[in-house]
């Protein structure tokens, strides 16, 4: 089917009547999967918070440098108690249904987002409680001193409150839980661009929001979101024109599209690695003992791959192999936790045995088919190599939505896992939402139930301290243990591939791999 086919006549209509602009000023954005929902807080997912921030917009934001800058805020302080942060917000800001923006929409946004029930509670883990001071001024209190909440604060995006009140909103919707509700299929921000429709898993519409309180750098008009799952597909799309833009160049196309005169190719290395984690419960999903609690069982799985192939063969050369669970610029890592386990399928295998693995044993890996950079390919090739050492892994490969409910169930066994520290840009990230224990806002992507009290203290610890080098000698030793343990195994940094067609003069690469179409201009 071409992808003429799924912008719908109707859609494009509505967006050229909304604009009374030409087609040449509307990007098409053929990306490999759909967005979730258009709720930003309905699911850690930094692909759909990305495009939702097209939309809503933080009390601060990162600049083109990945500075933190104002935005909804025009300055902040602490206060003598050292754990109040003021924020003075910004005047004359618009909601696009033209509600003004005060400090009521804050707090009932930081409320939303970190409330028990929100996926992202754990995206501003030091958030106790916050209130107005006036119209212009809102105190957010944590609970110690905390040095990365203005990291936080980039992605957490404000919501009008009177327009959650009316409709019933002011609940988080959690799309690993099944849990809808009004800002699922609707959206309010203040941000450039804003939703004219939206049919889930064919294309979302959005508009240049006219009155948005930035002065512009891009020149669209608008801009259509259209999901187009297969690689092949998607590049038929992009070399015919039919989409402008894409945030997914197969790794395996990209030579054809640099021959091609009408592409351009964007190519560098994502700050996101990719791993896999396992269960740490008692038995596996098939009732069988789990043999994955023992260290010495994960670096044996680690040893069985053959990362070296995977680079060459699935990434075409395209990716980093890691050694260690955040990329080199991160702020936290250490060279020498970056070392590779080396391939050695007979010592894996030996490990198996004195670790009393049966011959055989059967467990799930579960991937995903929309997810990562050659995911289902990545998967295919690890449980070949695993089953090679003795193990007989069954694949389960499904789209996000589907295998979503089964990692935050604790209904599977070994899965796929790519962090780029977003959008904190700090080892903290990883350390407290995936390897500290599942507590309050605490290890929410902790899917495997582990718990170590001495990584959970540095990691704490880490947390409260203000000084920066002595932070980041924290975390690094946080992440020794994680690398000791073998908590999660990376595999690589994946490839960063953007391509657009020459229609397209402006489109920045970003190194956390967020397009950012308030720069591009066609």
């Known amino acids: 089917m071409k992808i003429g086919r799924m912008l719908a006549a109707a859609s494009a209509a509505a967006l050229l009547a909304a604009t009374g602009a030409s087609a040449d000023n509307i990007l098409n954005w053929g990306a490999n999967r759909d967005i979730g929902s258009l709720d930003p807080y309905s699911y850690g997912d930094s692909f759909t918070i990305n495009v939702l921030n097209h939309v809503y917009e933080g009390l601060v934001r990162y600049d083109r440098d990945l500075k933190i800058e104002p935005a909804l805020a025009t300055s902040w302080e602490i206060q003598p108690d050292g754990i109040t942060w003021r924020f003075t917000l910004r005047e004359g800001v618009r909601f696009h249904d033209g509600a003004d923006f005060t400090a009521e929409d804050v707090v009932a946004s930081l409320e939303r987002v970190s409330h028990e029930t929100s996926p992202l509670k754990g995206n501003l883990p030091a958030y106790v409680s916050s209130k107005v001071v006036d119209d212009r001024t809102v105190d957010v209190t944590l609970n110690g001193p905390y040095p990365l909440l203005l990291n936080d604060l980039t992605n957490i995006h404000i919501f009008d409150k009177g327009w959650l009140v009316a409709n019933k909103a002011e609940l988080p919707t959690d799309i690993g839980a099944g849990v809808e509700g009004f800002a699922t299929y609707n959206a309010n921000g203040t941000g450039p661009f804003s939703v004219v429709s939206r049919k889930p898993d064919a294309e979302t519409v959005f508009t240049v929001n006219p009155a948005w309180w930035d002065e512009p750098e891009h020149n669209l008009d608008g801009f259509v979101l259209l999901p187009v799952n297969s690689p092949a597909t998607r590049v038929a799309a992009l070399l015919s024109g039919e989409i402008s833009f894409t945030d997914n160049a197969p790794v395996q196309d990209l030579a054809r599209l640099e021959a091609a005169p009408n592409v351009n190719v964007l190519e560098g290395v994502d700050l996101r690695t990719v791993m896999f984690g396992f269960p740490f419960r008692e038995t596996l999903v098939n009732g069988q003992p789990n043999p994955f609690v023992k260290p010495e069982v994960r670096q044996a799985l680690w040893k069985a791959i053959d990362l070296d192939a995977i680079h ?31 391939f050695d399928p007979e010592a894996a295998k030996a490990a198996l045995a004195a670790a009393g693995v049966p011959e055989g044993l059967e467990f799930e890996l579960n991937c995903l088919n929309d997810g990562l ?15 090679r050492i003795g193990l007989s892994p069954k694949l389960d490969i499904a789209p996000r939505a589907v295998q979503t409910p089964k990692r935050t169930g604790g209904t599977t066994d070994v899965y796929t896992l790519g962090w780029a520290t977003l959008p904190m840009l700090d080892a903290y990230s990883p350390l407290l939402q995936i390897f500290h224990t599942k507590e309050g806002n605490s290890g ?73 179409l308030w720069f591009a201009r066609m």
């Not at 990434?315 to 080396?342: C, Q, T």
């Not at 998967?379 to 070949?384: D, E, F, K, L, T």
Request: with cysteine.
């Open 444 to 516: 929410v992507f902790n899917w495997g139930g582990w718990s170590f009290p001495e990584l959970d203290a540095l990691v704490q610890k880490a947390g409260r301290e203000l000084d920066t080098e002595t932070r980041l000698a924290l975390e690094t030793e946080a992440l020794k243990i994680v690398k000791d343990q073998a908590i999660m195994i990376p595999i690589h940094q994946q490839p960063m591939a953007w391509a657009a067609t020459d229609a397209v003069k402006e489109m920045p690469l970003f190194p956390d791999n967020k397009p950012r």
């Open 312 to 342: 060459a063969r699935v990434m075409r050369g395209k990716s980093r192999i890691a050694g260690a669970v955040v990329a080199p610029s991160i702020p936290g890592y250490a060279p020498e936790l970056d070392e590779l386990p080396g």
């Open 373 to 387: 950079v050659n995911e289902e390919q990545v998967c295919q090739a690890v449980a070949s190599m695993w089953s």
